[in-house]
């Protein structure tokens, strides 16, 4: 499997709402990424996993909560979104972090989020 | 931090010429330049990456230069087709705790018939 699959490609919530988005991969990457891309604009990096630890967060909002349950997956937890988070979220993975060379990252098809 | 500037925002060239994108990046320590190509509702791609002990990669009509003196990189796609169509992103890998990529902001590039 050399691919990186997204759940759901769609989602609209209420800013109420708790939701969750979903990315797996099965290529043994230990690397994994979230992105948030809005219209026309490049991906910007949200959270990054290595070895199922948090190493980077760039400073997203609370209402954002990344989760690694295992080296094959990784979660979303949104909660209290504001429209403006309305955007495409990708997930990525990379083979390694700790090679000491950056490995090359392979995106997933991404989650539509519409906040109304 | 690392900065990357991407041009042109938009190309548009005649099928079968060729199309130019240009990048410039600030960290000398940047090792990594991969390119994304990226349709419409699609996600990114990678069509070709770079590191910084090459000085030019080729895979077919795509080839990639890098001068890391002025740091610069550049993308090359030769005879065009319509399905060249798509916004190209480049990127530079640097380190800040972690790997990460940081994102040109992107070239719409279109092919006319």
């Known amino acids: 499997d050399t691919e990186v699959t997204q759940t759901p490609k769609h989602l609209v919530m209420g800013m109420t709402n708790k939701k969750s988005l979903k990315c797996e991969q099965h290529?043994?990457?230990?690397?994994m990424y979230w992105y948030k891309q809005k219209a026309k604009k490049p991906p910007e990096l949200m959270f990054v996993?290595?070895?199922?630890?948090?190493?980077i967060n760039e400073s997203v909002p609370s209402r954002f909560s990344p989760e690694c349950p295992n080296s094959s997956l990784l979660n979303l937890h949104l909660h209290a979104l504001q429209p403006e988070d309305s955007a495409l979220y990708l997930c990525a993975s990379s083979q390694d972090q700790t090679s000491g060379r950056t490995d090359t990252q392979y995106f997933g098809p991404g989650t539509r989020l519409t906040v109304l | 931090g690392e900065n990357v500037e991407q041009h042109p925002s938009t190309l548009s060239v005649q099928e079968g010429d060729s199309a130019v994108i240009k990048c410039t990046y600030s960290?000398?320590?940047?090792?990594?330049f991969p390119w994304y190509k990226q349709e419409l509702g699609k996600r990114p791609q990678l069509i070709i990456d770079?590191?910084?002990?090459?000085g030019e990669k080729k895979d077919q009509r795509i080839a990639v230069t890098l001068n890391k003196t002025a740091k610069h990189f550049s993308l090359h796609i030769t005879e065009t087709q319509p399905e060249d169509s798509a916004v190209y992103f480049c990127a530079a890998s640097i380190i800040q705790g972690a790997q990460k990529l940081v994102f040109g902001q992107g070239t719409r590039l279109t092919i006319n018939p």
């Open positions: 770079i590191r910084s002990n090459v």
């Open positions: 996993y290595s070895y199922e630890k948090l190493s």
């Open positions: 290529m043994g990457h230990r690397a």
């Open positions: 960290d000398s320590a940047s090792n990594y």
